[in-house]
């Protein structure tokens, strides 16, 4: 389970720690520019309590300025509102899902597009009886806090990363029911 502190983000709440911090981070992790999809670590979720309900698989890469999650999500799978000052853009490439952007639903299937601005808060909900696979970029790079440890860094091996401080995702207080009630009665 991943948790982290409940509260709205606000662009006065910007992660403004030098990139020094994250040398470490990538002594870490092997690096290339090319990766085969065998070697992404797959990440396997299950959401219970604060974060949701459902299971999802996750395989994400990152470089200096953004990330990109390959993720499928199982029928009923259910996140809980959360926000991050990473500007998101979704594709969906198989099934469907609805994303829930503040006080708007949006039921997105194989093809479709669908932004959500940083710092808005946010969930997602497939309420299919098929898996929803869902390619995700995000920037600045969702990679902080556990994120890291099964993302993987596409950086020449001869390149020294300047990635810009990563993002999390937090775990807020919202009515998501009543949200979801007005939408679907």
Known sequence: MEYWSAGVLGPEHHSITPTLQYSNFFKELPMSLHVKSADVPERKVVRTGVEGEGAMVVRRGFGNECSLMYATRAPGYHTTPHAHEAEQINYVLEGEIWFFVEERGFLCKAGDF????????????????????????????????????????????????????????????????RVERKIFG
């Open 114 to 177: 669908h932004r959500i601005p940083a710092y808005k808060i946010h969930w997602a909900w497939n309420r299919s009886d098929a898996d929803a696979v869902v390619v995700e970029a995000h920037s600045p790079a969702l990679v902080a806090g556990k994120l890291r440890q099964t993302s993987i860094g596409l950086f020449d091996e001869t390149e020294t990363p300047q990635m810009r401080p990563p993002s999390e995702n937090n775990f807020v207080q919202y009515d998501w029911q």
